[in-house]
């Protein structure tokens, strides 16, 4: 991991209850999404080859069936150029497509718990303090990643997207093995791709 991934391994770790999850970096995708069946020799093996060598930041899976919960990168201001930005559309199109929600964090100097947990849909209640220097981690010092976040006095209404504020809807997903699965999703989608796992009994 570069300085910046394993400082935000280590925020992560913290913020997240420490019974339900547990966190893995830098996993091949290929060890979460397959190609679907039906598909030729030459098509599968074309389809492998776009994800064979690829792999995200980290991985948080359920603590007790290390079932992948989340899929995370933390984007950097190399995903500007363009073939990362290729790259990251492919990586949303195809962990959609498997169920597995991926969830992108922007660099920056330092994340609040409040954050985190907002961001993954942990918490109903916006952050307030976009920029502290959270859990005594810090990232290295470069440029923080430019980020859009919504103005303090801006409160979103219960159950709309904590990024946008637009409402969330509930689709079903297939999931790993073909399970039909539930999440919430921006209404604003694709434009905005917030997408939280419902939790499950």
């Known amino acids: 991991m570069s300085h910046a991934e ?4 280590q925020v992560l770790e913290t913020a997240l ?12 995708v290929e060890d979460l999404i397959v190609v679907k069946s ?15 060598s690829r792999h995200v930041d980290i991985v948080v899976v359920d603590s007790k069936t290390f079932v992948p919960v989340w899929a995370i990168e933390l984007d950097d201001k190399s995903h500007r150029a363009k073939d990362r930005q290729e790259r990251d559309e492919f990586l949303d ?3 959609e497509a498997a169920g597995l929600p991926l969830i992108r964090f922007p660099a920056k100097r330092g994340y609040s718990r409040e954050f985190i947990l907002s961001t993954l849909g942990l ?3 916006p952050d307030k303090t976009p920029e502290p220097i959270a859990l005594g981690v810090q990232a290295p010092s470069e440029e923080p990643e430019p980020v859009t976040e919504p103005a303090p006095a801006a409160v ?3 159950g709309n997207c904590s990024r946008c504020y637009a409402p969330m809807k509930i689709r079903n997903i297939k999931g ?10 921006c209404s604003r989608y694709p434009k905005c791709r917030r997408m939280v796992p419902l939790s499950t009994s």
Do not use: C, H, W
């Open 17 to 28: 209850p420490a019974d339900q999850y547990r966190l893995f970096g830098k996993v091949r």
């Open 156 to 158: 979103p209404e219960p």
């Open 93 to 95: 199109r195809a962990f």
């Open 176 to 185: 790993a093995g073909g399970k039909t699965v539930q999440v919430k999703v």
């Open 6 to 9: 394993g400082s935000f391994f």
């Open 38 to 52: 039906g598909l030729s020799r030459e098509g599968r093996q074309s389809a492998r080859n776009r994800i064979r």
């Open 123 to 125: 918490s109903d209640t």
